[in-house]
């Protein structure tokens, strides 16, 4: 039997608890009937303390405080609340409430100087009282009010939004600037006199008077409907008062007057931003879709989720999925989060959802996304603890019996998963709020308060953060007594906690270092912290004088390899999270190379396969470069920054490998033993360099070679090798007059560009090998190509004559400017003589036939051109680089007599003749 390594990432988790609830500066609870909805919650510019809004049924706690609402009329009562939290002691205080006022409170705000803003509806037709004699009136309109730091009234003023007035009409997002504008967007669902819905942008001076306002009617769809994000309904201006807007609109729509087209696929979604006078500098729709989005007061760049499903013309014409090469149909789809300045022109974007030991499911719509001044983002998710996470290699998070808890991950500037932290441990929970003051991090996350199975009888749930258990208010004996009429419907019956903790809080796993006292992995001499568990990194974190070589079964929660390291890895290691490697791994006679689990093998290092052929049945990315000293078969995509072929074959067993790193070297000593065949290899290029294809069949290696000369438009080429003669059409072409109308039968390239190139050209290089219908003349052979199997060949480009060795034909055409389906074509007769009579006119060759000498002479000097002579049967007899001078003489006196090729390349221009030795 083979040995095998499938235990070196047999990625169990850790059924301990470790790791669970620590790291939280503080936390408390607040319950009623559906859960209190906290809408707003931000810092202090000092950071001391952190101001709150929301609204809830029946009663709300804080504290010491418990407000309370009559129910009215066969439902609960409804409060709203304003309050301040201690960031030091997490103790809040209710500066202002309101119960069951007739005034939704659909976004609510905070400025700098405290004052709180509300944007709502009234559904009371008689006058509102707000107090301090602030009042509103007027059935079905929207309202916009502000509040002091006390909580007292300053003003209101309310706005009808079309011909219809509605109960629903409200508010989408509000802002207030640094010098007190306040900014509101609305939308009134229903339509008006000419079947338009109405979604206006208003600006208001800090005393609540109109500066201006923009009306946007559609008749197909919502203006404005985005999914409602509380964490970033105030987060659409800059500090400049540069408006930016997205909203889902497939029709058309009209937007001050102008009207604009909608998407042209079956969603859309329509940018629109204005300058603080109100002026749109631009409003466009683009086929995708998007959430979470948000603007950088300080930059004014737009940070979202951005979702396409096809390849998108606008904005972003290159997005490629991280599982493309893994998941064919993934090929033309990205979800991620994506940054662009205010002009929409792209700055990054990272592929979450395929980031595969991601501790969260992007894929849901309802993650809280914040963008932090700092470039990082922090993200606010549901929790599952039935599946085990990391993050890098160092955070691991056990399985226990609790289904759920809320998780805060922060990312670092580049985008990447840094770390998380849970709590709230619950048998539901989800996601309200999150805000943040440099890395100090505050949120608002309900949890169920009864058993889901038994809703009748609900038992006091207990949900942790840290030190602090928080008891649910919800689970009243009596719910008739405390919340009236919906006291039989669970779903209504939930928590909302509100924490708050620090990025320095964030758990990390204990580590031990390797210190290579001798070879023993069990030895805890050898470690920095006693030999690692099931809970514990193993680093190896420089050379040391021995590396483990033990047969027994070692174990760690993960494994990481530092720059510098060579470590030769025990077959029988298991790792229950993670592994990565910036060093150098050798594994041997490694057979069976399987992983199980979801996570990814990091690092910039690279991994040497040695010893007996490996069978590669990773499925997961891998980041590593791919060092083989043995063959591999691979069951999966590969997708690899870089792969050195020293002695061993690649069977891509009809799947793609993936070379991401851009440089021509990024794959080395291809050979005639060691190449790739079987399936797709695709390579990342620059604009400029030579990148081989090395490929064939199991018995032959052939290959493709691009030269790319400033190629602008194509940084990707995917080619694919087929043995035998030409499928589709057949060669019926000629170049300068002579016929083409076969080709060799040794195989045929297909390379291909997701993109044409737009400026530029390359040179394409053919060596087949295997052709059972060679010509004895090497001047019989061209670079043919066609657009497809069903298009016709053509020979296209500049003509150089090839050459053969070692049963190799060689053939190369220069100045190509797209890419397409390539062989190597035959003439009728010697395509090179099609030059001669050009030649005739700038070179003169004598005497000819020749014995002992030839001369040739230029019309004009040469500037550091290559000549060859070449034999009719394609063997390169003599050559000389840097010729710079208008006169040569040559010595072919010892040259078999026979019809020899002279090939002189100056620059773009390729010359040829031909002399006869005697």
């Given at each position: 039997?083979?040995?095998?390594?499938?235990?070196?990432?047999?990625?169990?988790?850790?059924?301990?608890?470790?790791?669970?609830?620590?790291?939280?500066?503080?936390?408390?609870?607040?319950?009623?009937?559906?859960?209190?909805?906290?809408?707003?919650?931000?810092?202090?510019?000092?950071?001391?303390?952190?101001?709150?809004?929301?609204?809830?049924?029946?009663?709300?706690?804080?504290?010491?405080?418990?407000?309370?609402?009559?129910?009215?009329?066969?439902?609960?009562?409804?409060?709203?609340?304003?309050?301040?939290?201690?960031?030091?002691?997490?103790?809040?205080?209710?500066?202002?409430?309101?119960?069951?006022?007739?005034?939704?409170?659909?976004?609510?705000?905070?400025?700098?100087?405290?004052?709180?803003?509300?944007?709502?509806?009234?559904?009371?037709?008689?006058?509102?009282?707000?107090?301090?004699?602030?009042?509103?009136?007027?059935?079905?309109?929207?309202?916009?009010?502000?509040?002091?730091?006390?909580g007292t009234a300053i003003w209101a003023k309310t706005f009808t939004f079309g011909t219809t007035g509605s109960a629903q009409t409200n508010i989408l997002k509000l802002a207030v600037s640094n010098s007190g504008n306040v900014f509101f967007w609305g939308f009134n669902p229903n339509v008006d006199v000419n079947n338009k819905r109405n979604?206006?942008?208003?600006?208001?001076?800090?005393?609540?008077?109109?500066?201006?306002?923009?009306?946007?009617?559609?008749?197909?769809?919502?203006?404005?409907?985005?999914?409602?994000?509380?964490?970033?309904?105030?987060?659409?201006?800059?500090?400049?008062?540069?408006?930016?807007?997205?909203?889902?609109?497939?029709?058309?729509?009209?937007?001050?007057?102008?009207?604009?087209?909608?998407?042209?696929?079956?969603?859309?979604?329509?940018?629109?931003?204005?300058?603080?006078?109100?002026?749109?500098?631009?409003?466009?729709?683009?086929?995708?879709?998007?959430?979470?989005?948000?603007v950088n007061k300080t930059t004014g760049n737009l940070i979202f989720k951005w979702d396409q499903f096809n390849v998108n013309v606008a904005p972003f014409t290159n997005l490629p999925h991280l599982l493309a090469s893994v998941i064919p149909s993934y090929a033309n789809k990205f979800t991620g989060m994506v940054e662009t300045d205010s002009?929409?022109?792209?700055?990054?974007?990272?592929?979450?959802?395929?980031?595969?030991?991601?501790?969260?499911?992007?894929?849901?719509?309802?993650?809280?996304?914040?963008?932090?001044?700092?470039?990082?983002?922090?993200?606010?998710?549901?929790?599952?603890?039935?599946?085990?996470?990391?993050?890098?290699?160092?955070?691991?998070?056990?399985?226990?019996?609790?289904?759920?808890?809320?998780?805060?991950?922060?990312?670092?500037?580049?985008?990447?998963?840094?770390?998380?932290?849970?709590?709230?441990?619950?048998?539901?929970?989800?996601?309200?709020?999150?805000?943040?003051?440099?890395?100090?991090?505050?949120?608002?996350?309900?949890?169920?308060?009864?058993?889901?199975?038994?809703?009748?009888?609900?038992?006091?749930?207990?949900?942790?953060?840290?030190?602090?258990?928080?008891?649910?208010?919800?689970?009243?004996?009596?719910?008739?007594?405390?919340?009236?009429?919906?006291?039989?419907?669970?779903?209504?019956?939930?928590?909302?906690?509100?924490?708050?903790?620090?990025?320095?809080?964030?758990?990390?796993?204990?580590?031990?270092?390797?210190?290579?006292?001798?070879?023993?992995?069990?030895?805890?001499?050898?470690?920095?912290?006693?030999?690692?568990?099931?809970?514990?990194?193993?680093?190896?974190?420089?050379?040391?004088?021995?590396?483990?070589?033990?047969?027994?079964?070692?174990?760690?929660?993960?494994?990481?390899?530092?720059?510098?390291?060579?470590?030769?890895?025990?077959?029988?290691?298991?790792?229950?999270?993670?592994?990565?490697?910036?060093?150098?791994?050798?594994?041997?006679?490694?057979?069976?190379?399987?992983?199980?689990?979801?996570?990814?093998?990091?690092?910039?290092?690279?991994?040497?396969?040695?010893?007996?052929?490996?069978?590669?049945?990773?499925?997961?990315?891998?980041?590593?470069?791919?060092?083989?000293?043995?063959?591999?078969?691979?069951?999966?995509?590969?997708?690899?920054?870089?792969?050195?072929?020293?002695?061993?074959?690649?069977?891509?067993?009809?799947?793609?490998?993936?070379?991401?790193?851009?440089?021509?070297?990024?794959?080395?000593?291809?050979?005639?033993?060691?190449?790739?065949?079987?399936?797709?290899?695709?390579?990342?290029?620059?604009?400029?360099?030579?990148?081989?294809?090395?490929?064939?069949?199991?018995?032959?290696?052939?290959?493709?070679?691009?030269?790319?000369?400033?190629?602008?438009?194509?940084?990707?080429?995917?080619?694919?090798?087929?043995?035998?003669?030409?499928?589709?059409?057949?060669?019926?072409?000629?170049?300068?007059?002579?016929?083409?109308?076969?080709?060799?039968?040794?195989?045929?390239?297909?390379?291909?560009?997701?993109?044409?190139?737009?400026?530029?050209?390359?040179?394409?290089?053919?060596?087949?090998?295997?052709?059972?219908?060679?010509?004895?003349?090497?001047?019989?052979?061209?670079?043919?190509?066609?657009?497809?199997?069903?298009?016709?060949?053509?020979?296209?480009?500049?003509?150089?004559?090839?050459?053969?060795?070692?049963?190799?034909?060689?053939?190369?055409?220069?100045?190509?400017?797209?890419?397409?389906?390539?062989?190597?074509?035959?003439?009728?007769?010697?395509?090179?003589?099609?030059?001669?009579?050009?030649?005739?006119?700038?070179?003169?060759?004598?005497?000819?036939?020749?014995?002992?000498?030839?001369?040739?002479?230029?019309?004009?000097?040469?500037?550091?051109?290559?000549?060859?002579?070449?034999?009719?049967?394609?063997?390169?007899?003599?050559?000389?680089?840097?010729?710079?001078?208008?006169?040569?003489?040559?010595?072919?006196?010892?040259?078999?007599?026979?019809?020899?090729?002279?090939?002189?390349?100056?620059?773009?221009?390729?010359?040829?003749?031909?002399?006869?030795?005697?």
């Amino acid at each position: 039997m083979k040995n095998t390594i499938t235990s070196i990432l047999m990625l169990l988790f850790v059924t301990a608890n470790a790791q669970i609830g620590g790291g939280w500066d503080w936390a408390f609870n607040t319950g009623s009937l559906g859960g209190a909805t906290i809408k707003h919650m931000k810092y202090t510019a000092d950071g001391s303390e952190i101001l709150f809004g929301g609204t809830a049924l029946a009663a709300v706690y804080f504290g010491s405080t418990t407000l309370t609402a009559t129910p009215q009329s066969g439902y609960a009562g409804n409060i709203k609340f304003f309050g301040k939290i201690n960031s030091a002691t997490g103790i809040p205080t209710i500066i202002r409430s309101f119960s069951n006022l007739p005034v939704n409170f659909d976004c609510i705000t905070t400025d700098d100087a405290g004052n709180f803003y509300i944007g709502g509806a009234i559904s009371d037709i008689n006058p509102v009282d707000l107090g301090n004699g602030v009042s509103v009136s007027g059935l079905n309109k929207s309202v916009v009010a502000k509040f002091d730091a006390s909580g007292t009234a300053i003003w209101a003023k309310t706005f009808t939004f079309g011909t219809t007035g509605s109960a629903q009409t409200n508010i989408l997002k509000l802002a207030v600037s640094n010098s007190g504008n306040v900014f509101f967007w609305g939308f009134n669902p229903n339509v008006d006199v000419n079947n338009k819905r109405n979604s206006p942008l208003y600006k208001l001076d800090s005393n609540g008077n109109t500066l201006w306002f923009k009306d946007a009617l559609n008749g197909s769809s919502v203006i404005g409907n985005t999914i409602k994000e509380p964490t970033l309904t105030d987060k659409f201006i800059d500090n400049n008062e540069n408006v930016h807007l997205f909203h889902n609109a497939i029709g058309g729509y009209t937007f001050d007057g102008v009207a604009y087209p909608g998407g042209s696929a079956s969603y859309g979604s329509t940018l629109i931003s204005l300058n603080s006078s109100g002026t749109i500098t631009k409003a466009q729709t683009y086929d995708g879709s998007v959430t979470n989005f948000q603007v950088n007061k300080t930059t004014g760049n737009l940070i979202f989720k951005w979702d396409q499903f096809n390849v998108n013309v606008a904005p972003f014409t290159n997005l490629p999925h991280l599982l493309a090469s893994v998941i064919p149909s993934y090929a033309n789809k990205f979800t991620g989060m994506v940054e662009t300045d205010s002009n929409f022109n792209f700055i990054r974007a990272k592929d979450f959802s395929t980031t595969l030991d991601n501790p969260f499911q992007l894929t849901y719509n309802d993650d809280v996304y914040l963008a932090l001044p700092n470039g990082k983002l922090i993200i606010q998710a549901q929790f599952e603890k039935t599946i085990g996470y990391t993050a890098d290699v160092d955070y691991v998070y056990p399985i226990d019996a609790t289904k759920y808890a809320t998780a805060i991950i922060e990312t670092d500037a580049n985008w990447n998963i840094s770390k998380f932290i849970t709590g709230g441990k619950a048998t539901s929970v989800f996601k309200q709020y999150i805000t943040a003051y440099n890395d100090t991090y505050a949120m608002s996350a309900g949890f169920s308060s009864h058993n889901v199975l038994s809703p009748t009888t609900p038992t006091l749930p207990i949900t942790s953060y840290g030190s602090v258990n928080l008891t649910g208010f919800n689970a009243a004996s009596d719910l008739t007594t405390a919340y009236g009429v919906f006291s039989t419907s669970s779903s209504l019956r939930n928590d909302v906690a509100i924490v708050q903790t620090k990025s320095a809080n964030f758990p990390t796993i204990t580590s031990t270092t390797w210190l290579g006292n001798n070879t023993n992995w069990n030895d805890a001499t050898n470690w920095t912290n006693g030999v690692p568990t099931t809970t514990m990194k193993a680093l190896f974190n420089a050379p040391t004088p021995n590396y483990p070589l033990v047969s027994t079964s070692p174990t760690a929660a993960s494994l990481q390899v530092n720059s510098g390291v060579s470590l030769a890895l025990p077959t029988t290691l298991v790792l229950n999270a993670g592994l990565k490697n910036d060093g150098n791994i050798t594994i041997n006679n490694a057979g069976f190379f399987q992983g199980f689990g979801t996570k990814e093998w990091k690092g910039s290092g690279s991994v040497n396969f040695s010893g007996t052929a490996v069978s590669y049945f990773y499925a997961n990315l891998f980041s590593n470069s791919l060092v083989l000293n043995t063959n591999l078969t691979t069951q999966y995509n590969l997708r690899i920054p870089t792969l050195t072929l020293n002695t061993a074959k690649v069977n891509l067993n009809n799947k793609t490998l993936s070379i991401t790193d851009s440089s021509p070297t990024a794959i080395t000593t291809a050979n005639l033993t060691s190449y790739v065949y079987g399936g797709i290899l695709e390579r990342n290029i620059a604009s400029a360099g030579s990148y081989e294809f090395p490929m064939g069949n199991f018995s032959f290696k052939q290959s493709a070679i691009i030269d790319v000369n400033n190629l602008i438009g194509t940084d990707k080429l995917s080619a694919t090798f087929t043995a035998g003669v030409i499928t589709g059409t057949t060669p019926s072409t000629s170049y300068n007059g002579v016929a083409i109308t076969s080709a060799l039968d040794g195989g045929w390239f297909k390379i291909s560009s997701k993109t044409q190139p737009t400026s530029g050209n390359y040179d394409v290089t053919l060596k087949i090998q295997n052709s059972t219908n060679t010509s004895a003349n090497v001047g019989d052979y061209v670079v043919i190509k066609r657009d497809n199997s069903t298009s016709p060949w053509a020979a296209t480009g500049t003509y150089n004559l090839g050459s053969t060795t070692g049963g190799i034909v060689t053939v190369k055409n220069s100045n190509l400017t797209s890419f397409s389906d390539f062989a190597i074509g035959k003439g009728a007769s010697d395509i090179s003589l099609s030059n001669e009579s050009f030649i005739q006119k700038t070179i003169s060759l004598y005497p000819n036939p020749a014995s002992s000498q030839i001369t040739l002479n230029f019309e004009n000097n040469l500037d550091k051109a290559s000549l060859k002579i070449i034999s009719i049967a394609g063997q390169v007899v003599f050559e000389k680089d840097n010729v710079s001078e208008n006169n040569v003489s040559l010595d072919v006196s010892n040259f078999s007599i026979g019809v020899y090729y002279v090939q002189i390349i100056n620059e773009d221009s390729v010359f040829n003749s031909k002399f006869i030795k005697q």
